[in-house]
């Protein structure tokens, strides 16, 4: 794969960032996919797109410039194999060689939108690790106790127990599926203890009600071949169920026909069934099934060695069990993760891949979602008079039902600007739109604005959203806030168009509320005076620099709070006579 080589520095060693995304990044800004702390680099310095087999190099209106192969660049560039990028002080190397690696002490940065953990590893826990100790004490004294009166009877029934122990570790540790490993479990079970039927039970929660309580679902199953068809007919008593289930525990009863517990279930009683156990499947204290077992006659009575026998099968069976179930949720987290992965390459194509160049204006777009994928949208779009669309949207929520809706703007807005309709009918059939095909509770707030540069007048409909803010040459502030409701929420709706002059050296601002309600620490909100402040000072500079320090701003202010929303701001700037 493909990859950036970030080379040393006095106080780092070179790092590798594979170009494994659509879009990466880079810039001082903690926001970005690849952060250089250098001081000549702007926050938002340059990206490198993928674009079929090959990578472009873009600079995203950095202060000081991008340097490919020590040109400075002015266009995007396609990259070469070895070529060398320059952002500040910083030297960057692209390879496409696959076997390229850090020297000796370098540090390896691997890009990946699919956040997956490591598959996580099932343990035991001390006590349980004692459990088991005391368990095998306990056959060596049972064998011992049992057996010492005929010599070497209990040496050969210790060697019999160790023998067992060593085959289900070997057969239930063996990479099989989990419905043949408890079948070999199931043998297991009838080789270590003389049961005459058995039955391995799983903890499973119904598909069509994932909210009711798990039911016991017969995995596995075994009968002496006379008793095969009474196989259908094992009944378990609650209370022995509760103790297993509950409380964790092995039950054996060696007279089920004496016992309170079996008193109920005249069934067994008619059966003759005489003698049960049934032990936990279970890691540390999540119980995730059972193991039962019995004998209808008189002649095979269990003993207590055969209880210890049998939770020490179990025990072991509960680990593949758990690492089982483990591997399938991470088979689906990493479905997951991967299906995300493509909505957010999805999205990230929705995003104008560059802003369109339009004489005598500076434009620039960037958006950072809380997400994998998120609910902000943004657009430039040339008409075929002339005029520019800037668009910026902010569907409620976020996540996944965001991002769709957000597609659905874009798909809408680009449909509808190519016909000859005014920026209010646009608007109004776009809310039509997002009405008649979304649930009640979402909706958009959106700034539609169409600018026609041989003018220099902004005609736009802000439909809920923030006001942009146009921050005049002497600093003055207008809100553009004529509009009406946002998108979606009611039928019919009635929307008022304003109009604006951009006049030489005005700053247009759009940004969504990720940006004036970012939250600090202390919980307390970034806002619009904050935002108008950095604007008004910072206004003779370009916009990809007034983006710089808004940015800058935002992430002092944030610190080390978390994100909760989407970012998403879009800086139109007409340039002054000088520029």
């Not at 106790?145 to 060593?166: K, L, N, W």
């Not at 991470?330 to 004489?359: D, F, G, K, M, Y």
């Not at 669309?389 to 509808?416: E, N, Y």
């Not at 940006?515 to 402040?533: D, K, P, Q, V």
């Amino acid at each position: 794969m493909p990859r950036l080589i970030v080379k040393a520095t006095p106080s780092h060693g070179d790092s590798v960032v594979e170009l494994s995304r659509l879009r990466t990044t880079i810039g001082r800004s903690a926001r970005n996919d690849l952060c250089v702390e250098d001081p000549f680099a702007s926050r938002l310095h340059a990206e490198v797109r993928s674009r079929g087999d090959s990578y472009w190099l873009s600079d995203l209106g950095s202060a000081n410039g991008t340097l490919l192969n020590g040109s400075r660049m002015t266009t995007p560039m396609q990259l070469q194999d070895r070529d060398v990028i320059r952002i500040g002080e910083t030297e960057i190397e692209y390879s496409e060689r696959a076997d390229t690696a850090p020297a000796k002490g370098r540090t390896s940065i691997l890009l990946s939108d699919s956040h997956d953990s490591q598959k996580p590893e099932a343990t035991i826990a001390a006590s349980s690790r004692n459990s088991a100790a005391n368990l095998l004490s306990s056959l060596e004294s049972s064998s011992r106790t049992h057996f010492t009166p005929i010599p070497g009877r209990a040496q050969m029934i210790e060697d019999d127990t160790m023998a067992v122990i060593s085959r289900v570790s070997l057969t239930l540790l063996s990479p099989l599926s989990l419905e043949d490993t408890l079948k070999q479990a199931m043998e297991c079970v009838f080789d270590a203890v003389p049961a005459d039927r058995g039955y391995i039970m799983l903890l499973e929660t119904r598909d069509d009600d994932p909210n009711a309580e798990p039911e016991l679902v017969c995995k596995a199953q075994k009968a002496r071949s006379d008793l095969e068809e009474s196989l259908s007919d094992v009944q378990i008593s609650r209370s022995i169920s509760d103790q297993v289930l509950r409380q964790g525990a092995s039950v054996l009863t060696s007279d089920a026909q004496q016992d309170p517990r079996f008193q109920e279930h005249r069934s067994i009683m008619l059966g003759g069934l005489r003698s049960v156990m049934a032990v936990p499947i279970a890691v540390e204290n999540r119980v995730s099934g059972l193991i039962y077992v019995d004998n209808p006659f008189h002649t095979n009575r269990f003993t207590e060695r055969d209880l210890q026998l049998l939770t020490l099968i179990a025990g072991v069976a509960a680990i593949r069990v758990e690492n089982m179930r483990l591997l399938e949720v991470q088979n689906e987290q990493r479905r997951l993760a991967n299906e995300l992965a493509v909505a957010s390459e999805i999205q990230l194509r929705l995003h104008p891949a560059t802003p369109p160049a339009i004489e005598g204006y500076d434009m620039i777009g960037v958006s950072f979602p809380c997400y994998e994928v998120g609910g902000d949208y943004y657009d430039f779009i040339e008409k075929r008079d002339g005029r520019c669309v800037i668009a910026l949207g902010d569907v409620s929520g976020k996540g996944t039902g965001a991002a769709l809706l957000m597609s659905s703007v874009h798909a809408a807005v680009r449909a509808h600007t190519t016909t000859r309709l005014s920026a209010c009918e646009v608007v109004t059939e776009i809310n039509q739109y997002i009405y008649d095909n979304t649930p009640a509770n979402r909706y958009v707030t959106m700034f539609y604005s169409e600018l026609d540069p041989r003018t220099h007048q902004l005609t736009y409909i802000n439909a809920g959203h923030n006001p942009p803010l146009l921050v005049r040459t002497t600093g003055e502030v207008t809100r553009l806030d004529i509009g009406g409701f946002p998108v979606g929420i009611t039928p019919f709706g009635e929307y008022r168009e304003g109009w604006a002059e951009l006049e030489s050296g005005d700053v247009l601002v759009i940004y969504s509320d990720g940006a004036s309600e970012s939250l600090n620490e202390a919980e307390e909100e970034f806002g619009e005076a904050r935002m108008i402040e950095i604007v008004q000072k910072h206004r003779h500079r370009t916009a990809a620099g007034i983006r710089d320090r808004i940015d800058e701003a935002l992430t002092k202010f944030v610190g080390n709070a978390e994100t909760v929303d989407d970012l998403t701001l879009v800086i139109v700037k007409r340039k002054s006579a000088e520029e």
